[in-house]
Protein backbone atom coordinates (compact mmCIF):
# COMPACT_ATOMS: atom_id res chain seq x y z
CA UNK A 1 0.00 0.00 0.00
CA UNK A 2 2.71 2.56 0.71
CA UNK A 3 4.56 1.48 -2.42
CA UNK A 4 0.94 2.65 -4.50
CA UNK A 5 0.55 5.75 -2.65
CA UNK A 6 4.17 7.04 -3.17
CA UNK A 7 3.67 5.88 -7.20
CA UNK A 8 0.40 7.60 -6.94
CA UNK A 9 2.84 10.94 -6.16
CA UNK A 10 5.11 10.09 -8.14
CA UNK A 11 2.99 10.34 -10.97
CA UNK A 12 1.15 13.93 -10.33
CA UNK A 13 4.69 15.61 -9.66
CA UNK A 14 5.42 15.40 -13.50
CA UNK A 15 1.67 16.66 -14.47
CA UNK A 16 1.94 19.42 -11.82
CA UNK A 17 5.45 20.54 -13.16
CA UNK A 18 4.72 20.46 -16.34
CA UNK A 19 1.53 22.81 -15.84
CA UNK A 20 3.24 25.28 -13.81
CA UNK A 21 5.78 24.96 -16.54
CA UNK A 22 3.22 25.58 -19.79
CA UNK A 23 1.57 28.45 -17.83
CA UNK A 24 4.57 30.23 -16.90
CA UNK A 25 5.65 29.88 -20.37
CA UNK A 26 2.21 31.61 -21.81
CA UNK A 27 2.19 34.33 -19.54
CA UNK A 28 5.95 35.56 -20.14
CA UNK A 29 5.43 34.91 -24.01
CA UNK A 30 2.66 37.35 -24.06
CA UNK A 31 4.79 39.70 -22.01
CA UNK A 32 7.53 39.41 -23.99
CA UNK A 33 5.05 39.94 -27.36
CA UNK A 34 4.01 43.07 -25.53
CA UNK A 35 7.55 44.38 -24.50
CA UNK A 36 9.37 43.23 -27.77
CA UNK A 37 6.05 45.35 -29.77
CA UNK A 38 6.95 48.49 -28.31
CA UNK A 39 10.70 48.20 -28.10
CA UNK A 40 10.58 47.28 -31.91
CA UNK A 41 8.71 50.60 -32.39
CA UNK A 42 11.38 52.41 -30.17
CA UNK A 43 13.50 52.11 -33.06
CA UNK A 44 11.17 52.73 -35.84
CA UNK A 45 10.76 56.41 -36.54
CA UNK A 46 7.50 57.92 -35.32
CA UNK A 47 8.13 61.61 -36.08
CA UNK A 48 6.69 61.69 -39.40
CA UNK A 49 3.68 59.08 -39.22
CA UNK A 50 -0.19 60.39 -39.52
CA UNK A 51 -3.39 58.93 -38.84
CA UNK A 52 -5.61 57.67 -41.75
CA UNK A 53 -6.89 60.51 -43.98
CA UNK A 54 -10.38 61.11 -43.03
CA UNK A 55 -12.15 63.17 -45.83
CA UNK A 56 -9.60 65.16 -47.00
CA UNK A 57 -6.93 65.61 -43.77
CA UNK A 58 -4.77 63.75 -41.81
CA UNK A 59 -3.72 64.30 -38.47
CA UNK A 60 -0.38 63.63 -36.28
CA UNK A 61 0.61 63.77 -32.63
CA UNK A 62 4.10 63.88 -31.18
CA UNK A 63 6.54 64.31 -28.69
CA UNK A 64 9.77 65.84 -28.00
CA UNK A 65 11.17 62.31 -26.94
CA UNK A 66 9.37 58.99 -26.38
CA UNK A 67 11.01 58.41 -23.40
CA UNK A 68 10.38 60.56 -19.46
CA UNK A 69 11.37 59.92 -15.78
CA UNK A 70 8.41 59.51 -13.97
CA UNK A 71 6.55 62.75 -12.97
CA UNK A 72 8.39 64.69 -16.20
CA UNK A 73 6.32 66.60 -17.92
CA UNK A 74 4.64 65.25 -21.35
CA UNK A 75 3.51 68.36 -23.35
CA UNK A 76 2.58 66.38 -27.25
CA UNK A 77 1.53 68.35 -29.69
CA UNK A 78 -0.76 67.92 -32.75
CA UNK A 79 -1.09 68.85 -36.38
CA UNK A 80 -3.80 68.72 -38.88
CA UNK A 81 -2.46 68.57 -42.69
CA UNK A 82 -4.78 68.98 -45.86
CA UNK A 83 -4.09 66.43 -48.25
CA UNK A 84 -7.18 67.31 -50.42
CA UNK A 85 -6.93 69.11 -53.71
CA UNK A 86 -9.43 71.94 -51.94
CA UNK A 87 -9.27 74.30 -49.27
CA UNK A 88 -10.89 73.18 -45.85
CA UNK A 89 -11.83 74.48 -42.84
CA UNK A 90 -11.01 73.12 -39.64
CA UNK A 91 -12.29 74.93 -36.03
CA UNK A 92 -10.77 76.23 -32.69
CA UNK A 93 -13.27 76.85 -30.68
CA UNK A 94 -10.39 75.87 -27.73
CA UNK A 95 -8.39 72.38 -27.81
CA UNK A 96 -10.75 70.80 -25.26
CA UNK A 97 -14.29 71.27 -27.03
CA UNK A 98 -13.11 68.74 -30.46
CA UNK A 99 -10.13 67.32 -29.62
CA UNK A 100 -10.01 63.77 -27.48
CA UNK A 101 -6.93 62.80 -25.53
CA UNK A 102 -6.47 58.99 -24.89
CA UNK A 103 -3.35 57.38 -23.55
CA UNK A 104 -3.24 53.94 -22.83
CA UNK A 105 -1.43 51.00 -21.16
CA UNK A 106 1.16 48.03 -22.44
CA UNK A 107 -2.49 46.01 -22.37
CA UNK A 108 -4.41 48.97 -25.13
CA UNK A 109 -6.42 49.63 -22.27
CA UNK A 110 -6.98 53.44 -21.14
CA UNK A 111 -5.16 54.91 -17.94
CA UNK A 112 -7.30 56.43 -15.25
CA UNK A 113 -8.16 59.90 -15.56
CA UNK A 114 -7.24 62.73 -12.80
CA UNK A 115 -9.65 65.02 -12.00
CA UNK A 116 -8.36 67.54 -14.16
CA UNK A 117 -8.72 64.85 -17.19
CA UNK A 118 -12.01 64.24 -16.25
CA UNK A 119 -13.00 67.59 -16.67
CA UNK A 120 -11.48 68.02 -19.73
CA UNK A 121 -13.08 64.75 -20.94
CA UNK A 122 -16.41 66.29 -20.26
CA UNK A 123 -15.56 69.54 -21.95
CA UNK A 124 -15.40 67.09 -25.15
CA UNK A 125 -18.03 68.44 -27.31
CA UNK A 126 -17.96 68.45 -30.90
CA UNK A 127 -20.64 70.62 -32.33
CA UNK A 128 -21.87 71.90 -28.89
CA UNK A 129 -22.16 75.37 -27.96
CA UNK A 130 -19.38 77.66 -27.90
CA UNK A 131 -18.26 80.95 -26.44
CA UNK A 132 -15.70 81.27 -29.43
CA UNK A 133 -15.01 79.41 -32.26
CA UNK A 134 -12.03 80.56 -34.83
CA UNK A 135 -12.15 79.62 -38.61
CA UNK A 136 -9.06 78.42 -39.64
CA UNK A 137 -8.52 77.78 -43.54
CA UNK A 138 -6.12 75.00 -44.66
CA UNK A 139 -4.70 75.51 -48.66
CA UNK A 140 -4.19 71.83 -49.95
CA UNK A 141 -0.78 70.95 -48.19
CA UNK A 142 -1.04 73.33 -45.74
CA UNK A 143 -0.79 71.73 -41.97
CA UNK A 144 -1.95 73.66 -38.94
CA UNK A 145 0.24 72.57 -35.24
CA UNK A 146 -0.74 73.17 -32.09
CA UNK A 147 0.68 72.55 -28.39
CA UNK A 148 -1.75 70.42 -25.98
CA UNK A 149 -2.43 73.12 -23.50
CA UNK A 150 -1.92 71.04 -20.57
CA UNK A 151 0.72 68.46 -19.34
CA UNK A 152 -0.60 64.88 -19.57
CA UNK A 153 0.65 63.63 -16.40
CA UNK A 154 -1.84 65.74 -15.30
CA UNK A 155 -4.60 64.80 -16.88
CA UNK A 156 -3.34 60.93 -16.43
CA UNK A 157 -2.64 59.02 -13.47
CA UNK A 158 1.04 57.86 -15.38
CA UNK A 159 2.50 57.06 -12.23
CA UNK A 160 4.80 53.67 -12.98
CA UNK A 161 7.00 53.20 -15.27
CA UNK A 162 5.68 51.31 -18.12
CA UNK A 163 5.07 51.97 -21.89
CA UNK A 164 2.01 53.81 -22.80
CA UNK A 165 0.72 55.39 -26.18
CA UNK A 166 -0.69 58.17 -26.87
CA UNK A 167 -3.61 59.47 -29.42
CA UNK A 168 -5.55 62.59 -30.45
CA UNK A 169 -8.83 62.69 -32.24
CA UNK A 170 -10.23 65.92 -33.63
CA UNK A 171 -13.62 65.46 -34.25
CA UNK A 172 -15.98 68.22 -35.64
CA UNK A 173 -20.01 68.73 -36.72
CA UNK A 174 -21.21 72.10 -38.15
CA UNK A 175 -19.80 73.95 -40.65
CA UNK A 176 -16.51 73.45 -42.38
CA UNK A 177 -14.97 69.78 -42.12
CA UNK A 178 -17.11 67.33 -40.67
CA UNK A 179 -15.85 63.82 -39.15
CA UNK A 180 -13.71 62.44 -36.38
CA UNK A 181 -9.97 62.27 -37.39
CA UNK A 182 -8.29 60.36 -35.22
CA UNK A 183 -4.33 60.88 -35.46
CA UNK A 184 -1.09 58.35 -35.68
CA UNK A 185 -0.65 56.49 -32.11
CA UNK A 186 2.61 57.13 -30.59
CA UNK A 187 4.19 55.08 -28.03
CA UNK A 188 6.49 56.34 -25.00
CA UNK A 189 7.85 55.30 -21.94
CA UNK A 190 7.73 56.32 -18.76
CA UNK A 191 10.59 54.97 -16.69
Not at 84 to 111: A, R
Request: aromatic share 10%; hydrophobic share 40%; proline share 6%.
Amino acid sequence: MKNDGFQRKALALPIVMFSLGFILTVSLSFLSINHLDFLAMKNHSQADEYGAEVAGLRARVSLIQTRFAVGEAIIPTFSIKNVSKKQLTIWQPGFWFNHLVIVKDINDKEIPLTELGEATRRAFSPGGPRRKNLPIDLAPGDENTVEVPQDITLLYELLKPSYYTIQIIYEEQGEGWQGKLPSNVLRFEVF
